[in-house]
């Protein structure tokens, strides 16, 4: 009996001391559930791009808690997809962006990061061509797009250089092949040096490239940006930084990698030509971040430089200093 009693005892006990150190015990925290984000692309997927997919493939995104989907936009474009909520994240153009922010029905939509810190665009054409300065233009042949923004920015470009710009063939012309069409009939492309340029350079073609920046201070905007849903951005704090923060992680390992930034772009995109996404990539990891310590940095004097040329040029409505953009979700 006393043998029984001591095992009981010895039960009770034991039960008691699990029971005890069960309480005492601090319950793991719950973990946040996955937050699934959809980015929509401005066109097809490009060196413009490259760091989404190296931190996709390096599961940056995974480890800020996020499932991130990549996507290419629909007919009416990025803008319309994210301000809709059905896209978190977008990128777009600054200069595409006036008639969003000045909509009289509201467009729930905010820059939040620069992918290029400076505007990498201009005017190519042939070196035989002779157009080595924007009044070379004249009377020479510009696809152009057929856009006021587009057309006024030519305008003044070519007469800032003393030219003539009723001397300029506009030609309406969506150019998708840059070498092709140089060939042909048209004698200079705006594109993004890039992917037109480089494109140009690997057909053998000995080109001219006109910046536009370096013709008039107020065209160095941002081009592209990374644009955000308004009420995800209110909402959900948390991914977004995380967003972004992962998202410039695999920036920053394309500055320092260009071969393997690449490599994994056409992993994640086969159809992509690996010999222009290297060369491509080589140039423009420099200018991700370019003379800027923060990955996505956007400076409001520059920013707002640009919209009030516009307006100046009665090309949009009077956008307020300093709206449209944030800085405030950017890592440090």
Not at 117 to 141: C, F, W
Not at 179 to 190: E, G, K, S
Not at 246 to 269: F, H, M, S, W
Request: hydrophobic share 40%.
């Amino acid at each position: 009996m006393k043998k029984l009693l001591k095992r009981l005892t010895a039960v009770v006990m034991t039960a008691m001391m699990v029971a005890l150190l069960a309480s005492c015990t601090p319950e793991s925290p719950a973990k946040d559930p996955i937050v699934e984000i959809t980015l929509v692309l401005d066109w097809t997927p490009n060196t413009n791009h490259t760091g989404f997919y190296v931190a996709l493939e390096k599961g940056y995104f995974e480890e800020e808690g996020l499932k991130v989907n990549i996507v290419q936009p629909p007919e009416d474009g990025a803008t319309m997809m994210v301000a809709s909520g059905q896209a978190q994240f977008g990128i777009d153009f600054q200069d595409y962006l006036p008639p969003v922010f000045t909509s009289e029905e509201e467009i729930p939509v905010t820059a939040v990061a620069a992918l290029i810190q400076h505007n990498t665009s201009g005017i190519i054409s042939l070196k035989e061509d002779g157009i080595d300065s924007p009044k070379g233009l004249e009377g020479k042949n510009y696809a152009t797009w057929d856009l006021p923004i587009e057309k006024a920015m030519m305008q003044n470009i070519v007469e800032a250089d003393g030219g003539d710009f009723s001397k300029v063939n506009l030609i309406p012309e969506y150019v998708e092949n840059e070498p092709a069409a140089l060939q042909q009939d048209i004698d200079a492309i705006w594109v993004y040096y890039a992917w037109g340029g480089i494109s140009c350079k690997q057909a053998g073609l000995d080109t001219n490239m006109i910046y536009f920046k370096d013709i008039t201070p107020e065209f160095d905007y941002y081009s592209p940006v990374i644009i955000a849903n308004n009420n995800f951005l209110s909402e959900n704090p948390k991914a977004a930084k995380g967003f972004l923060n992962a998202t410039k992680r695999g920036y920053e390992d394309a500055i320092n990698n260009p071969d393997e930034a690449a490599e994994i772009l056409c992993k994640q995109v086969p159809e992509l030509d690996p010999e222009l996404v290297k060369e491509s990539q080589e140039w423009i990891s420099e200018q991700y971040k370019a003379d800027v310590d923060r990955w996505g940095y956007i400076d409001q004097t520059r920013w707002d430089a640009f919209f009030k040329w516009l307006s100046d040029n009665d090309l949009s409505e009077e956008i307020p200093a300093g709206y449209g953009f944030t800085n405030d979700y950017l890592p440090e």
